[in-house]
């Protein structure tokens, strides 16, 4: 659990590094059939934006907590690219594709924190 939340503070950090917005938490540990403990969700106002974050978060897992994501899809055109850390999945979209896919409500059940933007 300690190691869980090392990992989705220097996520969240990684996120913040590149002015990511919007940082939202769900906690899925009792969701029955969750693929994962917590999606970190995220955005970036366009696909540069979106890359330049993912790069931000491997670094950030890889020097505060050790970690690194098993794997990353979405990297081709930045509009989602999701990134997978086993307990952990990071979500960083656009703004639109964030809207129109809206993991936050998929699971209405799983309580959620919000990180406050740093602007």
Known sequence: MKETKTLIDAIVQGIQEKKGSDITIV???????AICKDFVICQGQSPSQVDAIADSVEEF?????????????????SIWVAMDFGDVIVHI????????YDLE???????????????
């Open 61 to 77: 897992a890889r020097t505060k907590a050790g970690d690194k994501p098993s794997k990353v899809i979405g990297r081709e055109n």
């Open 93 to 100: 979209f656009v703004p639109d594709a964030r809207s129109f």
């Open 27 to 33: 906690d899925l540990g009792n969701i029955e059939g």
């Open 105 to 119: 409500h998929l699971w209405e059940d799983a309580p959620t924190t919000l990180i406050p933007n740093l602007d």
